[in-house]
């Protein structure tokens, strides 16, 4: 224990980060959480969420057939389920669940692909790189910063950060991203929420190109099925036109993808994007890096307990329901540690998103 404080004393007198003094305070914290059960998730909670993600399609699709304003609750119902689902597949696919190898934990993944369109194995290439480098890049031959996180790697789409601009520039693109680059960048604070509403379909279509590469016969198909039969389904049910219960099902993913897509970009957006060579390890890269937004019963259902974004990249396979139980423990620690422990409001998280939006547009 003195040697702990030995140690957190010279960062908190020099106001420098110390990397190996965060690590060992999170180290210990993790051991604290893990005797009080916070890694748990329990029976009931599991048949919970596989109620959840059964049923309330279920009454979204029973609420289309009955027409007028019964199918428009339905479609914002299913609209705000599509990031429940992401949610439930991101615990699962995090070993939350216990190891996502087991046969629970693969049924779950399995059901979350038909329900949700997403596919474990693009998920995972994607989000553990994610979590471990936040914004982090390296720098290449030509001295470009180069993105490793691919969440900030959308050229020609969206510019995440001015530090970024070269890259985007020099990145390989088909000749119609080259011609339409400049032009997404100039205005991509305009465009940015639009954008918002496509994520789903990007993801989606991600997860089926990685799994058919994979050759994951059985995820290609479910994430194929649930565009297949959702559409299928709406344009049966819905009292008019087919085209009408198509639009229906668009509108909910379109709603669905603008939630989820909200939630992401608060947490690293404006954030430090760094040479991950510079970094203090893991803990480092995390602290840097992710921001918080505020928690409520409301808020962390809202957002999957994601607004508690520090913690979950400090201990990703937490139960999300006891990351805002970290905060206080988690915020003390990185600050005797020389970090910075960034909270915005959901307001002024949006405001740094589009200011570092409009940094990247006018460099």
């Known amino acids: 224990m003195n040697d702990t404080i030995a140690t957190l004393g010279g960062s908190l007198e020099t106001g420098e980060p110390d990397g190996r003094a965060l690590a060992q305070r999170m180290a210990a914290l993790k051991n604290e959480a893990r005797e009080k059960g916070y890694f748990n998730v329990p029976l009931w909670e599991q048949a919970l969420r596989g109620v959840e993600l ?23 119902l299913l609209g705000v389920h599509y990031p429940r689902t992401a949610y439930l597949g991101h615990d699962v696919a ?17 059901a979350a692909a038909l329900f949700q ?14 979590h471990s480098f936040p914004n982090g890049c390296k720098t290449n031959a030509d001295g470009v910063l180069t993105p490793i996180d691919g969440d900030i790697d959308s050229a020609p789409w969206i510019v995440w950060d001015k ?10 693109m088909s000749g119609l991203s080259r011609f339409l680059a400049p032009f997404l960048r100039r205005f991509q604070v305009a465009l940015f929420f639009p954008l918002l509403m496509l994520a789903r379909f990007n993801w989606s279509w991600q997860s089926i ?35 009408t219960g198509w639009a229906w099902f668009v509108f909910a993913q379109l709603l669905g993808g603008f939630i989820l897509a909200f939630v992401f970009v608060l947490n690293h957006t404006g954030m430090e994007v760094y040479d991950a060579a510079k970094a203090m390890g893991f803990y480092d890269r995390q602290a840097r890096s992710t921001r918080n937004t505020p928690t409520s019963t409301f808020l962390d259902w809202l957002t999957g ?46 405001r ?12």
């Open 94 to 110: 995090h070993n939350q669940w216990g190891p996502r190898e087991e046969p629970k934990a693969r049924v779950m993944l399995a």
């Open 305 to 350: 307990g994601l607004n508690s974004q520090i913690e979950h990249h400090m201990f990703p396979t937490m139960a999300r329901r006891n990351l805002s139980k970290m905060r206080e423990a988690t915020r003390k620690a990185m600050q005797e540690c020389g970090y910075a422990y960034d909270e915005l409001n959901n307001r002024e998280a949006m």
């Open 117 to 130: 369109g997403f596919g474990a194995s693009w998920w995972v290439e994607k989000h553990e790189l994610h």
């Open 352 to 363: 740094a998103v589009l200011t570092t939006l409009d940094e990247a547009a006018r460099a």
């Open 163 to 172: 530090l970024l601009v070269q890259h985007n520039d020099t990145a390989q």
């Open 209 to 243: 190109a990685t799994a058919a590469r994979k050759e994951k016969t059985l995820e290609t198909a479910l994430c194929v099925a649930h565009w297949v039969l959702g559409l299928t389904l709406a344009g049966f049910l819905t009292p008019g036109a087919a085209w």
């Open 54 to 76: 059964v049923g309330v399609p279920t009454l979204a699709f029973a609420l289309l057939a009955k027409g007028g304003l019964a199918a428009a609750a339905g479609a914002l």
